[in-house]
């Protein structure tokens, strides 16, 4: 179905503004991640809650904007979600009723356009034209909000997997629902202490041809294990913060930001050191170098 998924390409993807439950709180779904049956994602920004169907993955691929639905056992096919912004369910109807061209071939129904329920499109659908794929079956579902946009569902499978496949593709619908969109950032009571205990905040690379490494370990016990250059985390700072240290760690939260204030355990008298954490775009950054967070080995 490559066709499809070059035709969704045009279109907005519900995706790209999910929240869902990853390292830090995001308004979109990461490309390339694998999630998991069962899993929830959220959009803020859509009010639209949603679930992973039983016994399928999903993901959005990199370089792609139509989120991918494939079955984790024997069955044969493939789901589709793409958003189709401001319409209603009229207006989606409309648009099946006069099919979707796909370099050269069309998507269309096949048979009458039903309410599945009281808010849900529905319809067999083909492919029509020269190269067109008339063995793969093909089902679609719309389900829309009161913010003024559809969801488009759409499923290819093998006949054999029709059935099953379908059924996958209801629960995903069923499990769909909408409340009111918010320009709310995913950070207003984001937990920073919860976060980062237990984890690393790591970075490496190469600056002038010379390698850097500063690593932080922040157990849950509010104790840390820090190895930091002359650069990185202490920037600009007194070598003594420099080497293997170990102390205490807290940390304040201020939405996208923390403050974290470590205290050190030496034998010389260090004063305590602040440093800001900055999240943007799913990233985290400290004086201006990202830094990734991982689980801490030290803190096990």
Request: glycine content about 8%; hydrophobic content about 35%; aromatic content about 10%.
């Amino acid at each position: 179905m490559k066709l499809i998924i070059k035709h969704c390409l045009l279109a907005t993807t519900l995706l790209l503004s999910f929240c869902t439950y990853a390292q830090l709180p995001s308004n979109r779904i990461k490309p390339g991640t694998i999630y998991e049956a069962g899993q929830t994602v959220r959009s803020p920004r859509l009010g639209l809650t949603t679930q992973i169907p039983n016994g399928w993955s999903g993901a959005l691929p990199r370089d792609a904007e139509v989120f991918l639905l494939l079955p984790q056992g024997m069955d044969i096919g493939e789901i589709y979600v793409v958003l189709n912004e401001n319409i209603n369910l009229e207006g989606q109807r409309k648009r099946w009723e006069a099919g979707m061209d796909l370099n050269g071939v069309k998507l269309q129904p096949e048979g009458a356009i039903i309410m599945r329920g009281a808010a849900t499109l529905a319809a067999n659908a083909k492919l029509t034209g020269t190269g067109a794929n008339q063995q793969q079956k093909i089902y679609l579902e719309a389900k829309c909000s009161p913010a003024g946009f559809c969801m488009s569902f759409i499923l290819t499978a093998d006949p054999s997997s029709f059935i099953n496949v379908k059924k996958a593709l209801q629960e995903f619908v069923d499990n769909t629902s909408f409340g009111q969109p918010t320009n709310e950032s995913p950070y207003l009571n984001f937990d920073w202490k919860k976060f980062l205990a237990g984890k690393i905040l790591l970075a490496s690379g190469y600056e002038n041809n010379s390698k850097r490494e500063n690593e932080v370990s922040l157990c849950a016990d509010s104790t840390f294990r820090s190895n930091i250059t002359r650069t990185g985390i202490f920037k600009d700072q007194a070598k003594e913060y420099q080497g293997n240290k170990t102390g205490y760690w807290s940390v304040k939260s201020n939405g996208e930001k923390a403050t974290i204030t470590l205290s050190f355990k030496t034998k010389k008298k260090l004063a305590p050191f602040s440093v800001e954490l900055v999240a943007k775009d799913e990233q985290i950054y400290i004086n201006g170098q990202r830094y990734f967070i991982g689980e801490s080995d030290v803190c096990r």
